[in-house]
Nanobody, 127 residues
Framework: EVQLVESGGGSVQPGGSLRLSCKTSGVSFDDYAIGWFRQAPGKGNRGISCISPAENTTFYRNSVKDRFAISSDNAKKTVYLQMNRLKPEDTAVYYC????????????????????RGQGTQVTVSS
């Protein structure tokens, strides 16, 4: 059984940082990419970053590229999203998803490519 469980969300002031974790089970890091997505209030899902853990290749949406960092601990089957210099517009439910694909560009952030997803964790950026 595949499971993805996010943690690390919370409330933070603008300019602050959070680190999200995506603990996986039943997912082969040799074959699957892990993506981070977010859904802001009243908006659709948006992919923001992905990683192919076996090759350690990563990709970022331009809106987060210089502020967020994705990484993986393959032994722990966990993927992290370090979020720095957070802005109010980063407020959203963040969730991770696993897909049988290679993370190598903008097309890798299409949610339809990801078969499994977690329940999400809320991130609120507000003063």
């Amino acid at each position: 059984e595949v499971q993805l469980v996010e943690s690390g969300g919370g409330s933070v002031q603008p300019g602050g940082s959070l680190r999200l974790s995506c603990k996986t089970s039943g997912v082969s890091f040799d074959d699957y990419a892990i993506g981070w997505f977010r859904q802001a209030p009243g908006k659709g899902n948006r992919g923001i970053s992905c990683i192919s853990p076996a090759e350690n290749t990563t990709f970022y949406r331009n809106s987060v590229k210089d502020r967020f960092a994705i990484s993986s601990d393959n032994a722990k089957k966990t993927v992290y999203l370090q979020m720095n210099r957070l802005k109010p517009e980063d407020t959203a439910v963040y969730y991770c998803a696993a897909g049988y694909l290679y993370c190598d560009g903008d097309g890798s952030l299409a949610l339809t490519l990801y078969k499994y997803r977690g329940q999400g964790t809320q991130v609120t950026v507000s003063s």
